[in-house]
């Protein structure tokens, strides 16, 4: 994967290296990164990142259909069903697996999609780091780049229009459960460093009517739009509360609106088309198993960070799954990983590239800007499944105005 690139990476890594590239990206959003990041960048071949530039954009002109929209908006749970949802979510992560295709070329894999946001603000500012640390490195001094057809002011600008729109900024609130306590709580301050928006807990929020406010300040401020980072999963497992009904039609704008969480999701997947799309059937359709289940996952459709997820499925996993809730699982094919991402030491590592999607407020359709990946060494991607691991975790896809 770029050899040359890995080749000289590789030849002049040292631990003060990777010292001094996460001091930088700290004092960049000046606070402790509590997750794991990766020591390397992933250098993103010009023919994969064409070909995942493709699949991304295909997948999403899937999921966009409206007729596709409306069929799945029964999956949204009637106590979350969100009123004002737009026609299309103002944010789209498309995570693909890079693997090798059947005549050995790299490609991608779905693994999944999510209309929810993702680390746009941090993944900036990681990839700025990682670039200038790598210009000291002969051979690697290039206009290092994870953004896809925009320049840092225009990447910047589309953030901005997406999150903030024509509002102002004190109006504007990234809301999540106990935000300082959060992993992605260096996204939120580095949101607030490019745009101006502050973090929240959903308790310092107050209805009066149809109106949110917050204390901001010292002084009362209204709440005109919502940057949505609460997670659902998170939300019924901590037994959060909020100050208002999710079914209650509230005079706000959300980014992205909620019910994206339910109708773009792992539900969509057996329905799609695509060729880089595993084959995936929900279990509840299952009425044989395969005689080798080895060459399947088993997902619950509505869970983050690979929550719930059975790599190595048994007859005894699905048996333990409910009828009742067959329909939320799906039985999918395993999706075999090319690791050819070369440590200094050890076997060879593996890779998804998430491509991030993002749709201003005054756009018909969302657009492909940037990306983030996630290296592993172990049979899960998330930093938490390889926590225990070097030269794993988050990282960003670079490449180098080569072209």
Not at 97 to 114: C, H, M, P, S, T
Not at 242 to 267: C, E, G, I, R
Not at 314 to 327: F, G, I, L, N, W
């Amino acid at each position: 994967m770029q050899s040359e690139y890995r080749r000289a990476f590789n030849a002049h890594y040292t631990p003060d290296f990777y010292a001094r590239y996460m001091a930088r990206i700290e004092k960049a959003v000046g606070c402790e990164v509590p997750f794991r990041v990766a020591e390397t960048p992933f250098f993103l071949p010009t023919k994969l990142r064409a070909k995942l530039e493709a699949h991304a954009k295909a997948i999403v002109s899937e999921i966009c259909d409206p007729a596709l929209i409306r069929d799945h908006n029964h999956g949204i749970p009637a106590q979350y069903n969100v009123p004002r949802m737009d026609a299309v979510a103002h944010c789209i992560q498309v995570d693909f697996a890079i693997v090798r295709d059947e005549n050995g070329e790299l490609d991608g894999k779905l693994v999944e999609f999510q209309g929810f946001p993702s680390l746009y603000a941090f993944t900036l500012l990681q990839a700025e780091a990682m670039a200038e640390e790598l210009r000291a490195i002969p051979g690697l001094d290039r206009p290092w780049t994870p953004l896809f057809n925009c320049d840092r002011d225009g990447y910047v600008k589309i953030l901005r229009d997406m999150i903030v729109a024509d509002e102002d900024p004190n109006e504007v609130v990234l809301v999540d459960l106990t935000p300082r306590e959060q992993k992605t709580y260096p996204d939120f301050v580095a949101t607030k460093m490019l745009v101006g928006v502050d973090c929240c807990d959903p308790s310092e929020l107050a209805v009066e009517g149809d109106k949110l406010y917050r204390v901001r300040d010292g002084k009362r401020t209204r709440v005109k739009r919502i940057y949505n980072r609460v997670v659902f999963d998170e939300l019924e497992r901590k037994g959060a509360k909020m100050p208002f009904a999710w079914t209650q039609d509230l005079d706000v704008t959300w980014v992205p609106h909620p019910n994206w969480y339910w109708v773009w999701s792992k539900f969509t997947i057996p329905y799609l088309k695509h060729a880089s799309v595993p084959k995936a059937r929900f279990l509840s359709d299952v009425k044989e198993l395969p005689e080798d289940l080895s060459k399947y996952v088993l997902k619950p459709l509505f869970s983050f960070a690979g929550t719930g997820v059975v790599v190595d499925v048994t007859p005894e996993d699905v048996a333990r799954v409910p009828e009742a809730q067959r329909h939320e699982w799906l039985l999918q094919e395993k999706i075999a990983y090319a690791p050819d991402i070369q440590p200094l030491t050890g076997p060879g590592i593996k890779a998804e590239v998430r491509m991030m999607f993002a749709r201003p407020e005054k756009d018909k359709e969302p657009r492909l800007v940037l990306n983030l990946s996630r290296l592993s060494r172990g049979k899960m991607h998330g930093v938490d499944h390889n926590r225990d691991f070097d030269w794993v975790g988050g990282t960003v896809g670079l490449w180098g105005g080569e072209e």
